[in-house]
T-cell receptor, first 111, second 115 residues
Framework: KQEVTQIPAALSVPEGENLVLNCSFT??????LQWFRQDPGKGLTSLLL?????REQTSGRLNASLDKSSGRSTLYIAASQPGDSATYLC??????????FGQGTTLQVKP | NAGVMQNPRHLVRRRGQEARLRCSPM?????VYWYRQLPEEGLKFMVY????????ESGMPKERFSAEFPKEGPSILRIQQVVRGDSAAYFC?????????????FGPGTRLLVL
């Protein structure tokens, strides 16, 4: 049974810092791994999707990596801004396409 | 191209009533997923549907919950005889192809409160 864990549960950084969010999964037989952002009371916004055959994906200030052998993914946020404050969720995709989510990391970027 | 739409956004029901949650996928998407987010918990998969077919319902509670995605119209998640423990945010997501190869796009959610 796939389990996804995210560390840390919460993170507070000053504006401008680079930061890394961690995600680990127990079953390396994933099809893809997605990172999402969730703002309070809102839905999820897809940030990056890494196919199982890929090692990383980049979008703007975001870079996500995937290491299937170690069961880990990281989301790197460069030059953080207050607008980046949100909960970040990683999710591993099963063979049927369903997503198994971690508990999330709540990020606060202080001006 | 409108995103995934869910309605209602907020729903209040008394114990024992029925709740009907609707999800209209993005245009051109024929795959729909339902997830539930209980208070202080993460998102949990419930069911995966394609038009007129349930593909994976491994996350659905055995009783009182059902889902459909008819040929025409939105996908419906139906909860019969609601209990307080059903209070949660229910999200649907859609994708163009099979989810393992495609990004899932999420709706804004329906927040169900059972009194």
């Amino acid at each position: 049974k796939q389990e996804v864990t995210q560390i840390p549960a919460a993170l507070s950084v000053p504006e401008g810092e680079n930061l890394v969010l961690n995600c680990s999964f127990t079953d390396s037989a994933i099809y893809n791994l997605q990172w999402f952002r969730q703002d309070p009371g809102k839905g999820l916004t897809s940030l990056l999707l890494i196919q199982s055959s890929q090692r990383e994906q980049t979008s703007g200030r975001l870079n996500a990596s995937l290491d299937k052998s170690s069961g880990r993914s990281t989301l790197y946020i460069a030059a953080s801004q207050p607008g980046d404050s949100a909960t970040y969720l990683c999710a591993a995709s099963s063979n049927t396409g369903k997503l198994i989510f971690g508990q999330g990391t709540t990020l606060q970027v202080k001006p | 191209n409108a995103g995934v739409m869910q309605n209602p956004r907020h729903l209040v029901r008394r114990r024992g009533q029925e709740a009907r949650l609707r999800c209209s996928p993005m245009k051109g998407h024929s795959h729909v997923y339902w997830y539930r987010q209980l208070p202080e918990e993460g998102l949990k998969f419930m069911v995966y549907l394609q038009k007129e077919n349930i593909i994976d319902e491994s996350g659905m509670p055995k009783e009182r919950f059902s889902a459909e995605f008819p040929k025409e119209g939105p996908s419906i998640l139906r909860i019969q005889q609601v209990v307080r423990g059903d209070s949660a945010a229910y999200f649907c997501a859609s994708s163009q192809g099979q989810g393992m190869e495609e990004t899932q796009y999420f709706g804004p959610g329906t927040r169900l409160l059972v009194l």
